[in-house]
């Protein structure tokens, strides 16, 4: 079946830094969305990109659909205490297939 | 609004026990998932449903385990009989079509001992 691979499995970084975070498949993907995992919550969307190339901002995140419609990065700016959690692509492939998950990123931020 | 109701929250159950989780999707949704989430294998899609109809159950790891939607708005997901290894975090999430973004409930933490 396809796959994400989500890179990197995990992050420690210094209040204020910026972070980047990525997915990569060898399918095309129609969507791409990341999600965040708060500890003991569900994954909740942050933000969905719909075009390939398109470059979509929510505060301080921003997030890209790869032109190649093959991968996405995540970035969050001038990190903080509560940016802690798992964050998550998924892809929609073509067709009325359910998400694709990567295996998550683990970011923890020292103060 | 409400988003996806799961109850319970927590549940804690002796071998052998049958346990019985419950998912409210969001109003309008058509489509139902369920998922597991482990440490070891991260978040898994055991079954989903479209219109009430189970479309996908490759996920789901053995008989033991069994989903229904028996109306728009509720699903289970039964274990019967649990077992240690089944102890994780279930999730339920719903979306307008299977091919659409979903929307997750805050889960349930189920541990067997």
């Known amino acids: 079946g396809q796959q994400l691979n989500q890179s990197p499995q995990s992050m420690f970084i210094q209040e204020g830094e910026d972070v980047s975070m990525n997915c990569t498949s060898s399918s095309i993907f129609n969507t791409w969305l990341w999600y965040k995992q708060d500890p003991g919550e569900g994954p909740v969307l942050l933000i969905a990109l719909y075009k390939a190339g398109e470059l979509t901002s929510n505060g301080r995140l921003t997030a890209q659909f790869g032109i190649t419609r093959k991968d996405s990065f995540l970035n969050i700016s001038a990190s903080i205490p509560s940016d802690v959690g798992i964050y998550f692509c998924a892809g929609l492939p073509s067709g009325n297939t359910p998400l694709v998950f990567g295996k998550g990123t683990r970011l923890s931020v020292i103060a | 609004d409400a988003g996806v109701i799961q109850s319970p929250r927590h549940e804690v159950t002796e071998m052998g026990q049958e346990v019985t989780l419950r998912c409210k999707p969001i109003s309008g949704h058509n489509s139902l998932f369920w998922y597991r989430q482990t440490m070891m294998r991260g978040l898994e899609l055991l079954i989903y449903f479209n219109n009430n109809v189970p479309i996908d159950d490759s996920g789901m790891p053995e008989d033991r385990f069994s989903a229904k939607m028996p109306n728009a708005s509720f699903s289970t997901l039964k274990i019967q009989p649990s077992e240690p290894r089944d102890s994780a975090v279930y999730f339920c999430?719903?979306?307008?079509?299977?091919?659409?973004?979903?929307?997750f409930g805050p889960g349930t933490r189920l541990t067997v001992t």
């Open positions: 999430a719903s979306s307008w079509t299977s091919g659409s973004e979903q929307y």
